[in-house]
């Protein structure tokens, strides 16, 4: 046993330089093997942060993205091709089995009909040179835009005479997205780069320069190398991942206090995630959040504006808190925010969830339920009716009735009969005769 | 890779005291609507390309076409550009719709907008509209953009414009605190005080009423002296149950108060047949 367990914390040491929270397993499928050069840079990024590429083509026919029914990467980079399809072991069902295995794509691509040409600016730092813009529906949550267009840019088919004036435009300005985020249900990112030769060499190294700017400067910088390291390292989970450590609700108050003979289905206030609470018992949730930072866990924090929620539900919410952030002192090892919230239970009693869902742009998703029983006031939790003075009336009279009852039986038991009466009685009699 | 090299050859015309720009010559912009002659024109405006029209919001009601008529120029001679759009831009929320103008190898052209051709989101647009024109094409010309006029939308107030519904995304929601149902409450104390005092008067009538009537315990020394063993467990006894009641009431549950009430019932049976055997020995005899 310790010999195994030595054998894993070696395992371990050897993948301390690995980032990604999900794994390692790279595959890069680039058409040319001699392209591969122009890229070197951002390989070498790749690996210097521990991931294993593969590199393959897309006519390979040993190509598989599966082994043994499951996603055989944990990642998985595609590179434009010449042809207009990536070919039968990349159809596009099969990427989507591929996400929906839970796996990451980031989609570059240089072969579209449509093209973006913006003759003003080049976003000032990052280079699109051929960059392919998208246009994102309105309806999925789950798309999110990396960068847009600027304002001049617009869409047309290189393909068509570009002397000719264009009549019908399909998109212009920042309707237009050069890099868009998708992230699906179960987490796995899918990023589509407008260009993939912002990722080459050549683009990691050029000076660029906005023009109408004053023409004594030479240019700037492009910042592609470091905005390729930033989204490869979104893409393939190395940020923007969030760890529940913890979620643990109890008990707030003592509601057995004073009560002798409570029912025994009820939360001890010691009780750590009971089953059950009773109607308007206060109780205290905290869940324990921690965000990957591309090396380490770190305590999560929201974005300004944003807060962490719980609902308390059956079918549709009854509460909807923000928590309140505090650091997480007594699990220290976790390096965590711990969120907490107080509340008074609703006055309804039934199956209820204490359901956070953290589901944010560029975040993994969070969704942590757990299912509670409330009950209704048992019989013995009721304020007793002495304390109620709007029943003094009928207890003042349980106690004439029970001091009139004794009263009755002692003079019927112990009455002496008067004499007034029985004469009275017996002169009637006698009046007869 | 073209608009990298054109950025360059940009940079290269830049430095050169000599360069073509684009621009535009004998803009109007005009706002009429579809039934009315050529002469009478709502609005009708000249633009250049260096002042745009800033003195007032150029109006466009619900029925009229704003149309803009213009030759784009390369330098001093007209072409057409690649790029000749009309760019109306929300100065609040950003957003933005380009329109191409539809322009001739010559550079003369027109655009043509209406309020059905604004989505929503700028058409019910605050503020008026920033309107800019925008020529641009490849080659080592500077473009042009810049703002022309301003345009203020006047909305048809009887079909105003269908509202889209609100499409999903992921955010923090408003907090939603459970409303509790009213706390059970009380009538005023005075009230019960004052029914509770007209109840408990009812003991000394009734107890005044028996006086009256004649009713004493002169037998008690009687009864006692013939029968006190039946006469003190069977007043005891009802005394009791009294007390069993109470004790169940304070805090004994229906388990612990029968067995007791089942005692103290049998002796109040069995000491009461005796009591009242002694009391039936007094009514025969006479003195009852």
Redesign the interface.
Known sequence: MRLRLFGLALGLLGFVSALSAQGQNLLVVIEDESDKTKYSQFWSDLQDRGFQLSYRSPKDTTLSLFLHGEPAYSHLLLLPTKSKGFGPNLTPNLIVDFVNGGSNVLLASATSKKAI????S?DGLV?F??AVGQVLG????LLASVIKAP??A?T?NPKED????????FA???QLTLVSAFQARNSARFTVLGSS?ALEDKWFDAS??L??ST?GKT?QKTANKAFAHALSAWTFKELGVLRVNSVTHRLAEDTRAGI??STAVSAAPGDVNPEIYRI?NRVHYAVSLSEYSGTHWIPFTPPAG??V?L??SMLS??????LTPSPDTTNPQDNATLYTAEF?L??QHGIFNFFLEY???FYTNVEEKRTVSVRHFAHDEWPRSFV???A??W???I??T??????F???W??????G??RELKVGGVGGKK | MRLLSSLAITGLSLGSAFAASWGFEDATLTVSSKGAGVGSAGVKEKLTPNSPLTSYAVTLPAADTLKIVLTATEGKTGKRPHQPFLTLHDTTTGLEESFPFSLKDSGKGKVEVTQKDLPYQLLTSKSPLKASLVLASFGSSTPYASHAFDLALELDSAAPPATPPASERYTSKPEIHHIFKAEPGSPPKVISFFFTLCVLATLPVLLGAWALLGANVDHFGKAFGAAPVSHGLFMGSVVAMEGVFFMYYISWNLFQMLPVAAVVGTVAYVSGSRALTEVQDRRLAGER
């Open positions: 040409k913006n003759f003003f080049v280079a040179p051929h309105n309806a999925s949550p304002a001049t617009y047309y570009s002397t000719e004036g264009l009549e019908d435009v212009t300005g920042a030769a660029v320069s023009p109408g023409s240019g002798t003979n308007k944003d807060a929620q609902e308390f919410p009854f509460h909807r808190l923000d008074v609703p006055d589901r944010r742009p109620i003075s709007a003094f009336p207890i003042g009279g106690w004439v029970v001091l009139g009852w004794l009263g039986v002692g003079l038991v112990y009455s002496k009969p008067g007034a009466r």
